[in-house]
């Protein structure tokens, strides 16, 4: 999709903060922090949100979450704990129509916040 903004920060048209990249997937520090560590995971395939996982692409998702052990040692929060969400269009959230998760970890998350 050629105006979607996670689309050309995966193929580097637009710079980001990288934690890591691979051929499937770009993580990368989210500009608008919620956490000490807010870092946004995506699929460099385009997919607009979880509706949209098939048999086809399911596999990107697997990879992702297989990833996540490894990003959350890197990033320090493996031991104290951490939070993936992600957004499901308009009414759940979703902010950027591309298939992304959010890795939120530094403090303490309870639910509900306040």
């Not at 608008?32 to 399911?58: F, G, Q, T």
């Not at 992702?64 to 104290?80: C, H, V």
Request: with cysteine.
């Amino acid at each position: 999709m050629s105006d979607c903004i996670f689309c050309k920060i995966a193929k580097g048209e637009i710079p980001s903060n990288k934690v890591y990249e691979d051929e499937k997937i770009l993580c990368f520090h989210d500009i608008s922090p919620e956490a000490p560590v807010h870092v946004l995971i995506i699929p460099k395939e385009h997919i607009e949100c979880v509706n949209d996982i098939n048999n086809e692409n399911s596999q990107i998702i697997a990879h992702i979450f297989a990833t996540i052990p490894e990003l959350t040692k890197k990033l320090g929060i493996d031991k104290s704990g951490y939070r993936v969400v992600t957004n499901i269009l308009a009414d759940g959230g979703q902010t950027v129509p591309h298939l992304h998760f959010h890795l939120l970890g530094g403090r303490n998350l309870k639910w509900p916040p306040g």
